[in-house]
């Protein structure tokens, strides 16, 4: 669930925890890695990966209910 | 042991809460003109509101290219989505006052043009005038905050009013508390206006009814200003009109305004009669008048509908992406790529987001940002406004209320002292129960209740009885809330006033007794035109009181 934070990457700056609106990085703990507190409470407004100073230290994975629907070529 | 709030006092001349569109032009306003202004931010105002992370649609009227009489783009206007809840008086001061605020965004370095003009575009009909600008709304919040500190305003983030203190007769400050830590924040003030947006999770979301937050404007903005502008008197109207709106299916965060192409059956066959090709500057606008159209073709056997941009060039295609990603749906269409979906050979399906009704009326502010208590004033989307309503009466409400506070001493809060008592005994009732009810639970049951009793269908027998569970459904919520910590406090406050603003949903699509929009009433199917008058709702006593009252000017 959204957003998903690579732990190896991140740098602790905690840029993403002050952007959030819906505040799902709650508890975030100065200078360390980020953690998603309450991921179902996200709108994707993409704002801590705009954010964030590292490339690919944050990531929106979207959930499965939200995949956008299609109708498949040919049909 | 037991939780106790800490208590911070704030003195100040103008208070603003909620820093989104509305509440930054507000403060920037106000503050030049040299009062102290303080904006109460439920979040971060760089990101917040539904302007989040970018806008891309500002409703204007440009005399150099309209022409010199408003009063057609008046006339326009009322014909599109958001006409018909306003007097005529209100949206001329709109419309005339919108060229210098674009003028002003675009100087504070938010682009208003494209390309060196006026690009307009969307939300009209083919032949008719356009009534909308594009422009690149991206770093819009970040720019309005630097402008508003620049000004000398002070920003407090993470701070939720959730109610207004008053003497009866004026407003006097308000009560919030920090979403992070314990603490109760205490708001004096000589002016406060109310811009804290929309009112999400009322109903369930979208098209999603189990995925709470996937809504279409901030799912952070949940009425807080009309729940707190009815407790302390002030007048709401409208509130029985829902707003339905329509976009990819499943992802909410979008909406069909900036979309290219053309609504058409699984055969290819448009559902619409206005476009039939791809056209990027009027999109598809049958939604705008035919909202009921993806229902229609499900029902009668002949959906899905879908958005199809077949036919738009690669220039063409990267300008709707441009736009797209300015409106800031950058999730959308990094899902759409990591998907491998083209619009153009993969037709997405739209669909009415129909669970997601939510009020389009809200706290009456006239074309002053006053409301009908002295000391409070209100903008943007506390009735729904869209971008540009935000920023013209932000601007606005920010200039008179700046004014009445230099004429105004700051009053004693002596009387209001046993009822902040109150209130901080009762949230500290609900940080310190062990069991009961979360926030969620109570949210949930909410939205059940908004969906199946006053949704899209609604009767007076419906309505009675949906009624009646509400009213239960908030006593039980009031007496069994948990909060573990501050964040799911403010969620537990947020749901509360849900519950306010659920109440007079009921009460007021009860007098509504005819078929208006979406307020379908099978047992009055007609659209009445003696109806076509607000109805006003306001606390006397503590119950409350209904007038009907003319749109005429």
């Known amino acids: 669930m959204p957003p998903v934070i690579n732990e190896e990457s991140c740098i602790g700056c905690g840029k993403c925890a002050d952007a959030c609106q819906c505040d799902v990085y709650f508890g975030y703990v100065d200078g360390e890695t980020a953690k998603v507190t309450y991921p179902e409470e996200c709108w994707h407004c993409n704002a801590c990966v705009f954010v964030c100073p590292v490339e690919g230290a944050v990531t929106l994975r979207i959930p499965l209910p939200m995949m956008v629907l299609y109708q498949e070529k040919g049909n | ?27 920037i306003k106000a503050a030049g003109l040299g009062v102290k202004v303080v904006v109460a931010e439920k979040a971060n105002t760089n990101f917040s509101g539904a302007g989040a992370t970018g806008n891309d649609h500002f409703m204007c009227y440009i005399p150099e290219e309209h022409g010199p009489d408003v009063e057609p783009i008046i006339d326009e206007f009322q014909l599109g989505q958001q006409g018909g809840l306003r007097k005529r008086n209100f949206i001329r001061t709109w419309l005339l006052r919108s060229e210098e605020i674009i003028k002003l965004w675009d100087d504070w370095g938010i682009p208003m043009k494209h390309n060196g003009k006026y690009e307009f575009s969307g939300h009209a009909f083919p032949g008719q005038p356009i009534h909308h600008i594009h422009y690149a709304g991206k770093d819009q919040k970040s720019i309005l905050t630097q402008q508003a500190l620049k000004q000398g305003a002070e920003i407090l983030n993470r701070v939720m009013c959730f109610d207004l203190i008053t003497d009866q007769e004026r407003v006097m400050g308000a009560i919030g ?28 979301a979208s098209t999603t009814p189990s995925w709470m937050f996937n809504t279409r404007l901030s799912p952070t903005c949940v009425g807080d200003g009309r729940a707190m502008a009815y407790r302390a008197g002030a007048e709401l109207v409208s509130m029985e009109i829902p707003i339905l709106r329509c976009g990819p299916v499943y992802f909410a965060r979008a909406g069909k305004g900036t979309w290219a192409g053309v609504l058409r059956d699984p055969d290819g066959k448009p559902v619409g009669p206005f476009v039939t090709e791809p056209d990027n500057k009027y999109g598809d606008p049958v939604v705008d008048v035919y909202q009921d159209v993806f229902m229609a073709y499900k029902d009668s056997g002949r959906g899905p509908v879908y958005m199809d941009c077949k036919g738009l060039s690669n220039d063409e295609m990267a300008y709707m992406v441009h736009w797209l990603r300015n409106e800031g749906n950058v999730a959308l ?3 759409l790529e990591a998907e491998g979906i083209d619009p153009r050979d993969k037709p997405v399906e739209f669909r009415s987001y129909h669970y997601e009704l939510f009020p389009r009326g809200g706290v009456y502010y006239d074309e002053t940002g006053k409301t009908s208590l002295e000391g409070l004033y209100a903008a943007g989307d506390e009735i729904f406004g869209g971008i540009s309503g935000a920023a013209v009466f932000g601007w606005i409400a920010g200039e008179h209320a700046g004014h009445r506070a230099k004429e105004t001493r700051i009053a004693s809060m002596d009387v209001a ?28 049951c909410l939205q059940q209740i908004m969906f199946d009793f006053t949704g899209e269908i609604r009767s007076e027998t419906l309505l009675d009885a949906g009624l009646a569970a509400l009213r239960r459904l908030k006593v039980k919520a009031l007496d069994s809330l948990i909060a573990h910590n501050p964040h799911d406090l403010c969620r537990s406050l947020e749901v509360l006033n849900l519950l306010d603003v659920g109440e007079l949903v009921f009460i007021t699509a009860r007098e509504r007794k005819e078929t208006r929009g979406k307020h379908k009433r099978p047992d009055y199917p007609f659209t009445n035109p003696q109806m ?15 007038e009907w009252r003319s749109l005429k000017d």
């Open chain 2, 1 to 27: 042991m037991a939780i106790t709030l800490k208590e911070r006092l704030i003195e100040t001349d103008v208070l603003i809460i909620g820093g989104g569109i509305a509440g930054l032009m507000s403060a």
């Open chain 2, 417 to 444: 002292k046993v009822n902040i008592e109150k209130i901080k005994a009762k949230i500290e009732a609900i940080r310190n129960r062990r069991v009961g009810a979360t926030w969620k639970e109570a949210n949930i």
């Open chain 2, 177 to 204: 508390i920090n979403t992070r830590v314990d603490e109760m924040v205490i708001f004096k003030a000589k002016s406060v206006i109310l811009s804290t947006g929309s009112v999400m999770r009322l109903y369930p």
């Open chain 2, 333 to 335: 269409l990094d899902h």
């Open chain 2, 532 to 546: 076509a008058k607000m109805i006003v709702v306001k606390r006397v006593n503590g119950e409350p009181v209904l």
